[in-house]
């Protein structure tokens, strides 16, 4: 079973930067997906980043160019570090993790950004 806690959202002004974190415990065999998906009142759930292996990232659109998502295999931790945010990105991000073929969701972490 695997378990997820995120951290390091909170309220900052138009091109700020925030740096979030999730770390994965629990019985946790090999590598795994790790990834950050968000969610805006009154939209879907979208793709952030994901970190597939040997270094190979993917980003939706919005993020591209500002938002970088690295991780530490020895601590099962991933982070994203975003910079030049935008009002838009406000929403509720979530850490996502694929372990052995089943996928496992953190509770989600506020991010705020005003203008």
């Keep these: 079973q695997v378990q997820l806690l995120e951290s390091g959202g909170g309220l900052v002004q138009a091109g700020g930067s925030l740096r979030l974190s999730c770390a994965a415990?629990?019985?946790i065999?090999?590598?795994?997906?790790?990834?950050?998906?968000r969610g805006a009142s009154g939209k879907q759930r979208?793709?952030?980043?994901?970190?597939?292996s040997g270094g190979i990232t993917?980003?939706?659109d919005s993020v591209q160019g500002r938002?970088?998502?690295?991780?530490?295999?020895?601590?099962?931790t991933v982070y994203l570090q975003m910079n030049?945010?935008?009002?838009?990105d406000t929403g509720l991000y979530y850490c996502k993790v694929?372990?052995?073929g089943t996928p496992y969701w953190g509770?989600?972490?506020q991010v705020t950004v005003s203008s």
């Design 25 to 27: 415990s629990g019985s």
């Design 29 to 37: 065999l090999g590598i795994c997906t790790m990834g950050w998906y």
């Design 46 to 52: 979208e793709l952030v980043a994901v970190f597939i």
């Design 58 to 60: 993917t980003y939706g």
């Design 67 to 76: 938002f970088t998502i690295s991780r530490d295999n020895a601590k099962n």
């Design 84 to 88: 030049s945010l935008k009002p838009e």
């Design 98 to 100: 694929v372990h052995l």
């Design 107 to 109: 509770q989600g972490t």
